[in-house]
């Protein structure tokens, strides 16, 4: 059984920081990109961050230079590090892992909530 778990959200003001943790189990982590989306109620679903078993990383538009990717295939987990945070980054944020090779299958985390407010 496929599961992707993710934790580290929360409550932090503007200009705040946290970092985000996904745990995957179930797969070969390595045979996968690994990422991040939101979704912001009354938005579309949007890409904040993605990275390749070889740690090639692509970012959202409104995220670059704020936020940070990274993986450790060890642990099986991916992380997002999200620095100077702003209201509009409010939203729940979805882990995702992806099949870089053989069929293409993606598997979703159940969200974590993020909220940026004083």
């Known amino acids: 059984q496929v599961q992707l778990v993710e934790s580290g959200g929360g409550l932090v003001q503007p200009g705040g920081s946290l970092r985000l943790s996904c745990a995957a189990s179930?797969?070969?982590?390595?045979?996968?990109?690994a990422g991040w989306s939101r979704q912001a109620p009354g938005k579309q679903r949007e890409l904040v961050a993605s990275?390749?078993?070889?740690?090639?990383?692509n970012y959202g538009d409104s995220v670059k230079g704020r936020f940070i990717i990274s993986r450790d295939n060890a642990k099986n987990t991916v992380y997002l590090q999200m620095n100077s945070l702003k209201p509009e980054d409010t939203a729940v944020y979805f882990c995702?892992?992806?099949?870089?090779?053989?069929?293409?299958?993606?598997?979703w985390g159940q969200g974590t909530q993020v909220t940026v407010s004083s």
């Open positions: 990275i390749t078993s070889d740690r090639r990383t």
């Open positions: 179930g797969i070969i982590f390595t045979n996968y990109a």
């Open positions: 995702n892992a992806a099949s870089q090779y053989g069929p293409k299958t993606t598997y």
